[in-house]
């Protein structure tokens, strides 16, 4: 969810929900300060009747006005409490039953007490709180619908700048060497992030530069005294004739050092996909390129009296020729080396997947089989080969996935990851 959507989801159910609080305190203390009013009309109207008894010593007629009445009774036990209760109201007019507020008190009339019952409607009070409901209501809609609009107008203007800063972060390329335009903006956060963003983006080229700069020094000084080596072995085993033990020795070192240079460019190779420093992206006819590389792996596979089934449909992908060409080398290399005497490879591509499959041995998965130097204990490699694979995959946006089906060992490239 975008930061924006957030705010304004926050904003608007805080803002409902004090609104609501904040009416429903509004509805109670107006719906008091009528009912207080109420009381004190009533009490008005008791004040009148015992001053009229006193002056005249008797009551009032019981009466019934358009929104009042007074009724009279004796007390026949227990004369009762002055209180003022909610009631009904009959309006006679109107022929019908109104809410109402009564008091009940009392007044002496010649030695005796009477209950006098006065009641008022409060038909007009409720009429006024309840439009004062509706008028808050419609208050509270107008002002949540506006203050999400002007959310949602003022904060997209607002967050502007940040997302034009976040499409070129996306679109920067440290090969490239290029800046990140500065976005202006009257914003200080926005402006700090600018400034923010082009240091880091130095920094990472500074970095590149160096780390380029050591893989291609690391590559030719590591590569010349292998070299050397090389050639003095080769002079060595050319020119002195030796022991059964002494050939044994150099035979050691001959594929010791074969080896060590074939790590060395691995690792050298990992860096460089890791850190993308093979540039080289065009559009290559993926399928051209998978029955090339079948076909160098011909003899390889009548070698080992391997069945190969492929179904190839035409797909075009960018990538590095090179890398492309490393994949699909390790991937095969895989499935012949790990493959048993008379066994099959079946190599399938879509428009979005590559399948390779091989027999092989039964073996437990290996679930850092991806991991480097990750190999089983009979491999005769060097456990780079999957971990190359898998940063390809990674630096193009594959998915690699391996698993084991009875004798079948599955790799599955999806494209569209």
């Known amino acids: 969810m975008k930061l924006s959507n957030r705010y304004n989801k926050v904003n608007i159910y805080t803002s409902l929900i004090v609104l609501i609080i904040t009416g429903v305190i509004y509805y109670v203390v107006i719906h008091f300060i009528l009912t207080e009013k109420?009381?004190?009309?009533?009490?008005?109207?008791?004040?009148?009747?015992?001053?009229?008894?006193?002056?005249?010593?008797?009551?009032?007629?019981?009466?019934?006005?358009?929104?009042?009445?007074?009724?009279?009774?004796?007390?026949?036990?227990?004369?009762?409490?002055?209180?003022?209760?909610?009631?009904?109201?009959?309006?006679?007019?109107?022929?019908?039953?109104?809410?109402?507020?009564?008091?009940?008190?009392?007044?002496?009339?010649?030695?005796?007490?009477?209950?006098?019952?006065?009641?008022?409607?409060?038909?007009?009070?409720?009429?006024?709180?309840?439009?004062?409901?509706?008028?808050?209501?419609?208050?509270?809609?107008?002002?949540?619908?506006?203050?999400?609009?002007?959310?949602?107008?003022?904060?997209?203007?607002?967050?502007?700048?940040?997302?034009?800063?976040?499409?070129?972060?996306?679109?920067?390329?440290?090969?490239?060497?290029?800046?990140i335009e500065e976005e202006p903006t009257t914003i200080d956060e926005f402006n700090e992030l600018n400034r923010s963003v082009n240091a880091m983006a130095e920094k990472v080229r500074k970095d590149y530069k160096e780390l380029k700069s050591f893989t291609d020094n690391a590559s030719h000084e590591m590569m010349t005294p292998l070299a050397v080596i090389n050639s003095k072995l080769d002079s060595l085993l050319q020119t002195e004739s030796f022991t059964e033990q002494q050939g044994a020795l150099l035979e050691d070192i001959y594929h010791a050092t074969g080896r060590l240079s074939r790590l060395h460019q691995s690792l050298l190779l990992l860096a460089k996909i890791e850190n993308n420093l093979i540039p080289d992206y065009q559009d290559i006819d993926f399928k051209e390129m998978v029955q090339s590389k079948i076909r160098q792996f011909q003899e390889l596979f009548e070698r080992d009296n391997l069945v190969l089934k492929e179904n190839l449909e035409a797909v075009?992908?960018?990538?590095?020729?090179?890398?492309?060409?490393?994949?699909?080398?390790?991937?095969?290399?895989?499935?012949?080396?790990?493959?048993?005497?008379?066994?099959?490879?079946?190599?399938?591509?879509?428009?979005?997947?590559?399948?390779?499959?091989?027999?092989?041995?039964?073996?437990?998965?290996?679930?850092?089989?991806?991991?480097?130097?990750?190999?089983?204990?009979?491999?005769?490699?060097?456990?780079?080969?999957?971990?190359?694979?898998?940063?390809?995959?990674?630096?193009?946006?594959?998915?690699?996935?391996?698993?084991?089906?009875?004798?079948?060992?599955?790799?599955?490239?999806?494209?569209?990851?």
Request: glycine share 4%.
């Open 316 to 417: 075009e992908l960018k990538m590095s020729r090179y890398l492309g060409d490393i994949l699909l080398n390790n991937l095969l290399s895989n499935a012949v080396r790990h493959n048993v005497n008379g066994g099959q490879i079946n190599v399938k591509l879509t428009s979005t997947r590559l399948t390779i499959a091989n027999t092989g041995k039964n073996t437990m998965q290996n679930p850092r089989i991806f991991d480097r130097f990750s190999k089983s204990a009979e491999s005769e490699g060097m456990g780079l080969g999957l971990a190359i694979t898998k940063q390809i995959c990674n630096l193009y946006a594959f998915d690699i996935q391996y698993e084991q089906v009875a004798d079948k060992h599955i790799f599955t490239i999806n494209f569209n990851s």
């Open 38 to 179: 109420l009381d004190r009309d009533l009490a008005v109207e008791e004040n009148e009747i015992r001053q009229y008894t006193a002056t005249y010593h008797r009551l009032p007629l019981p009466a019934s006005y358009l929104d009042q009445q007074i009724s009279y009774e004796e007390v026949k036990e227990k004369a009762p409490e002055r209180e003022f209760v909610y009631t009904t109201y009959y309006n006679a007019k109107e022929n019908e039953t109104e809410p109402g507020r009564r008091l009940i008190t009392t007044v002496n009339l010649n030695g005796k007490t009477v209950i006098v019952n006065i009641t008022k409607s409060r038909v007009e009070s409720e009429d006024l709180v309840r439009i004062i409901l509706f008028i808050t209501l419609a208050v509270t809609i107008i002002l949540l619908l506006s203050l999400l609009l002007i959310n949602r107008l003022v904060l997209n203007r607002l967050w502007k700048p940040f997302y034009s800063i976040l499409s070129r972060m996306k679109a920067f390329e440290v090969t490239r060497m290029e800046n």
